[in-house]
């Protein structure tokens, strides 16, 4: 009896150590913010920082329990860890979004990386007991980085031989086929079994460029590679970025042949540029959103959504999941809980943002059924970290309709306008309306109270950060 006494006081003190420790290795966590270009992680980690450093109340964050059970004492940005990285510029995006004088307008598309740490000061539940640590701080570090970038990630797996079979069929399909034209002509005039014609490379590199940063413009098409063609960073102008994709990469290269200074090259930019990216920045991340701009894919067809669900998907394989024991944590952290958030669900009526996260979660059904297999928690969610739209009932014919009023991109008319109904999965080509979809974009609505608002965003902090504010 006395044994079995010893050996539950064991146990509770064993308890007691491991929940100790578990808080204390809980006060740092780093958010991965995923996303495409354009798919809002530079508005996303604004609103964030703005929502939580000076908005902080129950009226405007209900759904995040540290704020609903006032038990959020402030938050606050601190200098990072990271020493090498530039920091987030918060105050620039905020200036932009709420400027002291003249327009709103969005913050610009990001160049480089850079990094924030924020630190939010809590009152713990168990400071509310009566037990030790009243007051405890969770760190969260989070990087953001031109979207570009991402895109390179899958070329990690590939030789410069499957590289250039993926994206020279690419090239030759629709919907690339007819802006490829020019490119396709000038690389058919190249011997790629001559010897090295340096300044012909560079004339079809800079070809190529010019053809992705065409469709980067003109399209969401999101299989764009090598990204740092479209942003550079410090890498521009170096001939490490003057490759391109050829019809067929045969097995033996004649060596100094055109062919085997491009492969020299693409080999050097995968290890040079996208490992060193991905092995410093894409690491050890304990949770994750994903942003997806799935209106905008939807705009363009089912190329252009196909594609982008194939990339997401791919993606994914990038980072490291799993369920987090504290000790695994310790060793190796995983990424144990994954939001996918349907961005932007201002620029549609409030009640179809049901369907919005509906066709996202079979955009990405292959992958979360995969994950959630391995034991990670998934959620889907329409969300918007900065709503331009404000919500507008009409009367039209004896029949309400929930309308959208906002001030469309680069237009200088505001409009109320009732935007289409998204498909609440994914549909294929035979299915797609046949005039097809028109979601608009907004600018920033102006705010004089100098606040922003969201949708969802209270949700998105309580599943991502909640059990860690506890
Ligand atoms: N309506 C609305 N539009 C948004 C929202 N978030 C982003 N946008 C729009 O999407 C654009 C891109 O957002 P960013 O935050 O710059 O996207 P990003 O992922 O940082 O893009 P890169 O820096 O190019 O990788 C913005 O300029 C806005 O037009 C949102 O919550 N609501
Ligand atoms: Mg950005």
Redesign the pocket.
Known sequence: MSQSFAKNTFNQLKNKAEKAIHRGLDQHIKLAVT?L????????ITALVKHLTSQADEKNLPFFDVIREKRHIATKIVPQQALTIPTFEYNKALNSLLPQEGEPH??A??ERINTLRLAIKYQSNAGLRGHFAPQSTLYVDII?Y???WLLDLPMLEQSFQTWCQQQYTLLTQTPRLHKAQLFLEALSNLDLNASVNESQLADIATQYQQLLKGLKKETKLAMLQPGRMLMPGELDGAPLLQFFPVAEVPDEIVVGSNLAHLKKRYDAYVKEVVKPFYAQHFRHFDRQIV?V?VLSALNEGTETLYEQSRVINQLLNHFNYGEAGFLKRLFKPKIDKLLFAA??S??ISAKHHKDLALLLDSVVHEQSNHLKFDGVQIETMAM??????QPRQIIEKGVMLDCIYGKP?GENEWLTYLPPQPPARLINKDEWPSKGFAFL??SPLPSPDKRLNHIRLDHVMQYLLGDKLT
């Open positions: 996303g270009s354009g798919s809002g992680k530079t508005a996303f969005w913050p598309s990001t953001d031109p979207g570009e942003l701009d961005n932007k201002d620029h918007s970290s900065i709503t331009a739209t991109l974009s907004f």
